[in-house]
């Protein structure tokens, strides 16, 4: 019997219609954070066993909205546009582990099945949702300049209901772009037992490992943003306590594997 192929689901006798392809995966966007503060011990209760908050500025977090071209080494999604563009909104906080401090996803939201799964894979816990921004604009008049007062916003629903929206106005050019997704990402992969007992039959905590990144000017600014208590969604438990910045940037990467955390 032949074997099947594919990287991800589905495997198939040619191996061709699997969702996503082996990795490296590319990645280029633009990149809308925001940072702000919320209730002490908020974050603490997003974190799992063996994991803990880090040591400075513990409950900060950073509520990003990005807009991607992606693909693989091939590059063959570049030439079928649908399947290499796509947006995200997700929550990074911080943790230290091991005593090592890392960034860590603790919700996101996707609008393609790709992202989607290639998520799941890393261990991001990647829902479907629905995500726009404003874009910059070189020429007329629809839309802002990259530049002092330029106006940018960004929302996020899922399931026909809104879950967040930002409004950053940018005052000036430089600086870091932010500190709370600035470190290796620490991610949980989990796959519970079929026999639906409450068992997990994989569980691991796992670090990425990029290459070639780049990374375009920093824009900086404030924000209001405002979550919304929805059903089926917890967002709102990290409720803005204390506005730190927001930032505006563009972002290049290639995501080459990962390897587990003891």
């Excluded at 563009?85 to 393609?112: H, M, N, P």
Aim: aromatic share 10%; with cysteine.
């Amino acid at each position: 019997m032949p074997e099947l192929g594919g990287f991800w689901y589905p495997r198939t006798p040619r191996g061709e219609s699997s969702v996503i392809p082996p990795p490296p995966w590319h990645y280029s966007g633009d990149v809308l954070t925001i940072e702000y503060r919320t209730d002490p011990g908020g974050v603490a209760a997003w974190l799992p066993p063996g994991v803990e908050p880090a040591d400075d500025d513990p409950d900060a977090v950073a509520l990003i909205f990005a807009d991607w071209q992606s693909c693989g080494a091939d590059g063959a999604e570049l030439l079928d546009p649908v399947r290499s563009q796509y947006r995200e909104a997700f929550v990074v906080v911080r943790c230290r582990r091991g005593g090592e401090t890392y960034s860590r996803c603790v919700l996101i939201w996707v609008d393609k099945d790709f992202a989607l799964a290639r998520g799941w894979f890393q261990g991001y816990p990647k829902k479907l949702g629905s995500i726009w921004m404003t874009r910059p604009v070189t020429v007329g008049k629809a839309g802002p300049r990259l530049e002092p007062g330029g106006v940018f916003a960004a929302t996020l629903a899922a399931n026909d209901r809104r879950l967040a929206d930002a409004i950053v106005t940018l005052t000036q050019e430089g600086g870091t772009g932010g500190f709370v997704n600035a470190l290796p990402m620490l991610h949980s992969r989990w796959l519970p037992s079929i026999g639906a007992d409450g068992a997990d039959v994989h569980a691991d905590l796992v670090t990425m490992r990029s290459a070639d990144v780049e990374v375009g000017p920093v824009w900086r600014g404030t924000a209001t943003l405002a979550l919304y208590d929805t059903p089926g969604e917890e967002l709102a438990s990290l409720r803005v306590v204390e506005p730190i910045a927001a930032y505006w940037r563009q972002v290049g990467a290639t995501f080459v594997g990962g390897a587990p955390v003891v």
